[in-house]
């Protein structure tokens, strides 16, 4: 994925059901998670690798006020135009280091983006310090793929983790089939952290979904 060309994928990306959410059962399986994910009351929740803002939309469904960033002008471009007349916000940027200055978030969202960028580690932390007091990480990662298989694994992800968050659970995905349109037996996981408070222990990690 480090060599994909998102300018020239961004047309026909939605067309995977897991993008463009346009199944509604697909649909509805993610707005269930999203809902259980994302903090209950409305905040601001900051989407990285935003894509076309599938998950943006529906965060915004839900109440939020989003801000997405996105290498790709193209995926910027179709992500403000799903979520046009909302109280939304894209950016073209790096998720690594978003263009969003001094602005603080409840919950910061990437789904299938941190495993390919060059310092998984280094972004956690910086997110880490972009969240409000009592935000959360909602990180949706995997390994795809049989043959070649790329992403991050769960254990990989948790370790990273380990040193920053205060509280870190991981979900299961592979077992839902609603989420992906299919049955899928490669590794598919969300991870929800809370970064450390002072003087709170290493985050123990819980796990749902095995
Ligand atoms: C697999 S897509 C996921 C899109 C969206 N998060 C979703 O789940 O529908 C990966 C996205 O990450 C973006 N991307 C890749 N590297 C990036 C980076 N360093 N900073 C910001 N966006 C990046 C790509 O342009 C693409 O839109």
Redesign the pocket.
Known sequence: ?TNVD?DAEAAS?DEEPD?GLRDPEVRRAWAGRLRAWLPARAGDVL??????G??SLLASEQGHRVTG????AA?VTLAREKLAGRDAVFLV????APPVGEQRFDAVL????LW??PDPGRALRHWCGLLRPGGRLVL?EGVWGSTAPVGIPAERLTGLLAPIAGQVRLERLSGDPSLWGKEVTDERYAVLARVRTSGQERGEVTAAGE
């Open positions: 994925m998102w990306f993008h989407d990285l690798g935003c894509g076309t599938s998950l960033v996105d290498l790709s995926m940027g790096d998720a690594a990437v789904r299938h983006v390919a960028l949706v």
